[in-house]
């Protein structure tokens, strides 16, 4: 089946360092990769819908200068979260769409996720 | 009003009994409707996904859409210990975006 890569896994940085976090589709082509933010107990957030060869597109509230998107492949998307503070440490989790096209095109297959830390 | 609201539980429910979860939607043109389970610190798996009124089953799942009364529900028969999990259920929201509902804790006890 689909799945999407996520890089790293887990990261510890300090504040007001810059972490990217890669997102990568393995078997399949990915035009459209969305990012997602999730704090404890909390749902998840979606953050932004990133577009290969184009802007991302940031829903409300998000800091597009703070969150950098980069989707330079039809395979490969990256998150940057950029000077980090404690309150940005999350679980980020990126998704794509499988079969776009198919009735199920916005069956999403999410990345096994990214859990920063800002000290 | 939420856009997707389901009730945070906790949800305990005993070993082989049947779980129910329910979700409400605000966005009356929406088409698809899914449910994921989410393990502590793990992403989100598809568990169902619907797209039209009425029943749609898969092993021990049961998807229920009610478009009518912007209402989608999943049931799990013959509960097992590894179903304890946060369930969410997702909305589509125009052509792309999946909004999600806050999650239900469930607890299967043995």
């Known amino acids: 089946g689909a799945v999407v890569s996520q890089h790293p896994s887990w990261v510890i940085c300090k504040s007001g360092t810059s972490v990217k976090i890669e997102c990568r589709s393995l078997?399949?082509?990915?035009?459209?990769m969305f990012w997602y933010r999730q704090f404890p107990k909390q749902s998840l957030m979606l953050m932004a819908t990133?577009?290969?060869?184009?802007?991302?597109?940031?829903e409300q509230g998000v800091e597009k200068d703070k969150f950098l998107i980069n989707h330079a492949s039809l395979t490969l998307s990256t998150l940057t979260v950029t000077s980090a503070h404690p309150e940005d440490s999350s679980f980020y989790i990126c998704s794509a769409r499988v079969n776009p096209g198919f009735s199920g095109a916005n069956v999403l297959t999410f990345g096994a996720g990214s859990r920063l830390t800002v000290l | 009003q939420k856009e997707v609201e389901q009730n945070s539980g906790p949800l305990s429910v005993p070993e082989g009994a049947i779980a129910s979860l329910n979700c409400t939607y605000s966005?009356?043109?929406?088409?698809?409707f899914f449910w994921y389970r989410q393990y502590s610190g793990k992403s989100p798996e598809l568990i169902m996904s619907i797209y039209s009124n009425g029943d749609k089953e898969d092993g021990r799942f049961t998807a229920q859409l009610n478009k009518a009364s912007q209402y989608v529900s999943l049931l799990i028969r013959d509960s097992q210990p590894s179903d304890s999990a946060t369930y969410l259920c997702a909305v589509t929201q125009g052509a792309q975006k999946l909004v999600f509902g806050q999650g239900t804790r469930l607890t299967i006890n043995p």
């Open positions: 966005d009356r043109v929406s088409q698809s």
């Open positions: 990133s577009n290969e060869g184009s802007k991302a597109t940031y």
């Open positions: 078997d399949f082509q990915a035009t459209t």
